[in-house]
């Protein structure tokens, strides 16, 4: 985006760093290795890169290989951990970014050797209950051999899997993965497990709530962006800080009669005359149109205080009621993050709408300017009132 617009995100790079303090405490001895998938949840892939490894984590994980070559192309050279297999096609761009792929299938095991790259580390991937990716525990030797059959090309630099429920630490589930884990490793061939393989399980909600989850290092998401990763662990996830407000500007405003109806299909109808603030941020930005058809109407936050949306949110506008308060066009809004005494937070929207925090931060489309590091008060676009 080039042109102004009356909306933006804050990202608070600050908050990332506060963040990645209160899991390297809480996960010492074990290292933090920060999760900057899907252009980091939407905050920004190399800002965000670059302010958690400042703040002491010792590598990035990211999904895809484009997104990894993006953190190079940005001069990022700090290790790199793809979490999946990729095609077999981008063999020569893992190897040339000098990224840390991660394997499951003796297939690709073979395609890294073929490169015959400068000695590879590669982190073998099992599937202990999550079903997603990942070897089977039976085959896990097996390819641990493999990989150390292509020497000099492959080494083997890690072992990993990924937890199903660590967000619930009522269920057992996660105790049951961590043991499959274990006997896992023990039956890898001898030699092939040292001192210099990593062994990784631990996601965000695994680094809070589960202390035999944290092995060589943990790998932070949503935590190191001040975001929940689910009602079960909220206490344990207190002291985060969130790293994204979203923000907009009145762009208009009018006085509504009441009977009066509003917005696509005119389903709100007031029953007393108000006062209607129009806000640029529709569901092409990220507000979901069901925030229109949920039991209670989300609020955002206009002079300090909670006001309701009202009518069906548009792809480009939504509208506030504001009551007989005082509002003009160029007031501040906040839909995400704090103003005054009160804060809407992403948990917020995610309890009302049946999902996580997750989907909220990273839905906030890319015609949402970010602006990095900058005052939560403050617009680029328009001074602050």
């Avoid at 993006?70 to 063999?91: K, T």
């Avoid at 005119?266 to 058809?293: I, W």
Wanted: with cysteine; glycine share 10%.
């Amino acid at each position: 985006m080039t042109a102004a617009r009356w909306a933006w995100a804050d990202v608070d790079l600050g908050a990332v760093a506060h963040n990645v303090e209160v899991v390297r405490r809480t996960v010492e001895p074990s290292a933090v290795w920060a999760v900057v998938k899907a252009d980091g949840y939407g905050h920004g892939a190399v800002p965000v890169g670059r302010a958690a490894l400042d703040a002491g984590c010792e590598g990035l994980c990211v999904a895809l290989t484009a997104e990894a070559v993006a953190l190079r192309d940005a001069g990022i050279d700090a290790p790199i951990l793809l979490l999946s297999e990729q095609p077999i096609v981008d063999v020569p761009a893992i190897v040339a970014a000098g990224l840390t792929p991660t394997v499951y299938t003796t297939g690709y095991v073979d395609a890294l050797a073929a490169a015959q790259s400068r000695r590879l580390g590669v982190h073998l991937k099992v599937d202990t209950g999550m079903r997603r990716v990942g070897c089977a525990p039976a085959d896990a030797p097996g390819l641990a051999a493999r990989i150390a059959g292509h020497a000099p090309w492959l080494r083997l630099a890690g072992v990993s899997t990924h937890l199903a429920v660590a967000d619930d630490p009522t269920r057992r589930e996660t105790d049951l993965q961590l043991e499959q884990l274990d006997a896992t490793l023990a039956e890898l061939p001898t030699g092939v497990i040292d001192g210099d393989v990593a062994v990784h399980v631990a996601n965000s909600a695994g680094a809070l709530a589960h202390p035999k989850a944290r092995r060589s290092f943990v790998r932070s998401g949503i935590a190191l962006y001040g975001v929940s990763p689910g009602p079960g662990v909220d206490p344990l996830a207190a002291e985060l800080r969130p790293v994204m407000s979203l923000r907009a500007r009145v762009s208009f405003v009018k006085r509504v009669p009441a009977g009066a109806a509003i917005s696509y299909g005119l389903r709100h109808v007031f029953e007393r005359d108000a006062t209607v603030a129009t806000v640029p941020l529709g569901y092409a930005d990220g507000v979901p149109r069901r925030l229109s058809t949920i039991d209670r109407a989300m609020p955002v936050l206009i002079g300090g205080r909670r006001r309701p949306i009202v009518g069906v949110v548009t792809m480009d506008q939504l509208m506030v009621d504001c009551g007989d308060d005082h509002v003009s066009a160029g007031d501040e809004v906040v839909l995400l993050g704090r103003q005054g005494d009160e804060q809407i937070r992403a948990e917020e929207w995610a309890e009302a709408l049946g999902t996580i925090g997750y989907e909220i931060v990273c839905g906030i489309s890319r015609r949402v300017p970010r602006v990095v590091a900058a005052p939560a008060r403050t617009s680029p676009l328009w001074p602050s009132r």
